[in-house]
């Protein structure tokens, strides 16, 4: 009996519990599914998460090639622009070839020459001479005789480099430039802060856009004319109070030999006198000898070359004073150096006659030599050292 009575009580309980064990089969179903689901969302957010990667790595890949391909437009611009000179400079040579043929007569075989015209050539070739003497103003008609004395200033920085001052300002600022591949130029408000010891505590840097290279600079009228270095004759104007390039140009036939055989870092030497800035450098077609070219700084155009009989070889420096090319020598190993070598575009100075200028009290070598017109004193740059040497002139004959 009381077995019966516990199968009739269970009877009503079988519904409740085969519903309850349903609810749990649906229950256990429906968390298996909101599994798969969140792990389908794990999965597609994590391949979102690396397609984003990827798409960053590409936007990377293409600002590099955009920045390379802006910086080469730089390097194009001054490319297409020495083309344009060049091309200019030629056509303004056919029409006086043109302008020539016009003029004169042809005679069967041979073409002769009109006596008037033989009288205009010489009238404009007297014309283009004087051009040229007004356009060096011919006032300036003193030469160098002499090295009067030298002054160590200061030995700091590398063997390599160069310093000056600005001789179109009136400010008495000091500019360093150290090595002969660097992109930071040193400003000093005058010469006594630059001879103090810690020569960096009270000077204004000044970073470059782009490095140069050799010890080539000049600094003009507040600009800083420098060759850009990885680059085969570029020559860039900076604006020092800007802190921006201004200008640049490419300097036809220039860079590719050093512009002397004993500072081989240094392909394009520039170089500032009373008349302005000059580039000098060499070429292998005039078998090595130096080739003197005038700038226009305002414009940064060329307006005279000129090739020298001054060789490159054993030549360690030079400078312009007064319309004037003076090339310095030296021994390999290094000696006293002296100049060998004059150039007067003017004619007013005969090379040859010229004695050979000894530096006086030194042995060693210099790695840039720039002249100062408004002083009169070369500031050059020998062996780490910074030294001012004082001149002696006298009147051209």
Known sequence: MGVLQVRLLLVPLLPSLLGAAQYLLQDAALMSYMDRRLLSLENRLEKCNHDILDYVEEFRDLSKMVLSRLAGLNSY????????????????????????LGTVTDSNACVEVHEDLMKQQLLEEAEEKKKLKLLLNASCDHMLTGIKSLKIVKKTGDKHGSWMKDPGKKHTKIYLLNG???????????????????????????????PWEGAGQVIYQGFLFYHRYGSLNEIIKFNIQ??????????PGAGRIPAYQLSPQTKIDLAIDEHGLWAIHAEPE?????????????????EHSWDTPCSSRDAEAAFMACNTLYVVYNSPSGGTSRIRCVYDILGAVNTYEIPILHFPKRQGSHSSIHYNPKERQLFAWGDGSQIIYKLHTEQKV
């Open 180 to 210: 002969s591949v660097n992109n930071v130029l040193w400003e000093f408000a005058n010469i006594m802060i630059f001879m103090e010891n810690n020569q960096t505590l009270n000077a204004r840097r000044v970073t470059l856009p782009f």
């Open 242 to 251: 800007r802190r921006k390039v201004a200008d640049q140009m490419l300097l």
């Open 77 to 100: 611009k001054a490319q297409v622009k020495g083309e344009v000179q060049n091309l200019l400079t030629r056509i303004e040579r056919a029409q006086r070839d043109i302008d020539y």
């Open 286 to 302: 005039t078998g090595g000898n130096i080739v003197l070219t005038k700038i226009k700084p305002t414009t940064m155009v060329v």
